[in-house]
């Protein structure tokens, strides 16, 4: 039998029950939680359950199984790690990965597949830019995907070519998807590893919840997790676009599933990035991957459908695009959240139309940390309307708050502090930042509204989910999910 448990020793004291739900909080815990209460000692500040509202389980578990790009500093780094890696594979593998950056690298050019042809013995090569929009492969992955200088670049992606016309080895946004196409997928078995390991990471980090961007197949996977018992914390899934048709088909609603796996929005993506230059701007720069006839349609699908929209965009102009196609749909139905994933520049007209439309500002505040000096030399002009929380919330917008991990740290820690203090200290637009109170409310409430969950998770009252983040000095010492301990530091 499950007893009830007392959580005593840090800042609170709290009950939980057999079910995992917070009996009492303070004074009354003691009492509540019964005389054959289990007592888990905790020490630090403890807050609700910090949740990340955006990140990608299935790279993250890749990148468990392949090679990892996202430390080294140079060309030379990136290609000794492949390298090395090569060694240990048969001549006809295919080498994966992903993490390099080359905007952080010495000499920031894009590389070419001749580097990779030389480092790899002539193996493909499939290797993700940091940022998840472009990618790096060699000779013989082009080979194998068919992409010669006579194929035209795909509609929304970027074949990189030289001046002869043949493609040097960068691709981008859906030239992406060229390559990735035939890349052999990893077994059920190691997928599951990759994932439970991951899952296992961020709980390290303090994490109770995630809300997922990724395929079918991770979904799969969590379900598997979830019934072998392996699935530490709550997982809330966003499908792709792609599936939408499947899932109007089948009648899934939003918030189908239970407390700890479920289903809530469809991902779209309606431009790049920054790092890849594909952001679409108000100025026309960028690239459109979406447009808006077709955004229009999509939305008023998934209102119809009762599934709820995560909208990838990033430039100012994609963001104005999403609010035009979600103005007309506000309240469209009983659980309608509509949410921007990114949000990353934000024309000061739109600030207030989150509010107004009932958008959710979902944005990731490690991203200003990583993107700064690339925002500066890109968006010199709009620099004061990026990353901007501050302004988004003083216009009255729910923000939820994430990582993008594996693209940056999935650290809330981190996050939390890129959305307060290190706009002083970097003197970066230091009016932007948030209060240590609102960050912590977009890392925990504002997430769980995010999804639906607002009764359920993000708040330290009796009836919600025991779901807690123990802090002390800057670090994580416990985390607790459902009244559960999923990770204690050592001492
Ligand atoms: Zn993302």
Redesign the pocket.
Known sequence: MIRARLFRGGSLEIAAGASGEILAVGPAAKAAAGRDAEVVGLRGKVWPGLQDA???LSPMAMRRLGVDLTSARSLDACLARVRKRAEGLLRTAWLQGRGWYNDAWPDPAFPHRGHLDRAAGGRPVFLVRKD?HSAWVSSAALAIAGIGREIPDPPGGVIDRDEAGDPTGILREKAVEMVRAVVPEPSDAELDAGLAASLRDLARLGLTSVHS?DRAREFGALQRLRQAGRLPMRVTYNLPYADLAAAERMGVRSGWGDAWLRIWGVKAFLDGSLGSRTAEMLDGRGVPVLEQGELVELCARCAKAHLNVTL?AIGDGAVRRALDALQPLAGAWRWWRPRI??AQCVHPDDWPRFQAAGVIASMQPIHAVADRELADLEWPEVTANAYAWGALERAGARLAFGS?AP?ETADPLAGMDAATDWRERAVWYPGLSLSHASALRAYTSGTAYAVGQETVVGRLRPGFQCDLTVVEGGRVTATVAGGRVIFRSRR
């Open positions: 955006h990140l990608h998840g961007m990838h994933e990114h993008d693209v």
